[in-house]
């Protein structure tokens, strides 16, 4: 039986609280938050205690424009991980955002761990 929309987004936010209630980001080792929309795809960096934003990059910017998606996110995966090296952090705590670590959030990671962040 096929779900409607309504029930995934229910699924997904349901996958996203429970992620969320074991981790947590620290000035030291933020949070790197992923959100994945049908077009684009966006990365930040989140001090949870503090709450606000250590840096952040997306598909919309100057500079990430390559021919699939998958490659559009490991280039913001990159880009992320260099706006992180320029804030002096090298350890993130990953957060999938409930989406399965596959295809362009599987290719983000990669991404942030060539730029040089560890997780």
Same mark, same amino acid.
């Given at each position: 039986?096929?779900?409607?929309?309504?029930?995934?987004?229910?699924? &997904?936010? +349901?996958?996203?609280?429970?992620?969320?209630?074991?981790?947590?980001?620290?000035?030291? +080792?933020?949070?790197?938050?992923?959100?994945?929309?049908?077009?684009?795809?966006?990365?930040?960096?989140?001090? =949870?205690?503090?709450?606000?934003?250590?840096?952040?990059?997306?598909?919309?910017?100057?500079?990430? =424009?390559?021919?699939?998606?998958?490659?559009?996110? +490991?280039?913001?995966?990159?880009?992320?991980?260099? &706006?992180?090296?320029?804030?002096?952090?090298?350890?993130?705590?990953?957060?999938?955002?409930?989406?399965?670590?596959?295809?362009?959030?599987?290719?983000?990671?990669?991404?942030? +761990?060539?730029?040089?962040?560890?997780?």
């Amino acid at each position: 039986m096929p779900k409607g929309k309504a029930e995934k987004v229910q699924r &997904r936010k +349901r996958i996203r609280k429970s992620i969320r209630e074991d981790m947590m980001g620290t000035s030291v +080792r933020p949070r790197l938050s992923v959100y994945r929309s049908n077009k684009y795809i966006y990365a930040q960096l989140i001090d =949870d205690f503090a709450g606000h934003t250590l840096a952040s990059a997306s598909s919309l910017e100057d500079g990430v =424009d390559e021919d699939s998606p998958v490659a559009e996110s +490991r280039a913001v995966g990159e880009l992320i991980a260099e &706006r992180a090296q320029e804030e002096d952090i090298d350890e993130v705590v990953f957060d999938r955002g409930g989406y399965q670590y596959h295809g362009r959030v599987e290719a983000l990671a990669e991404g942030a +761990r060539e730029g040089g962040l560890d997780f």
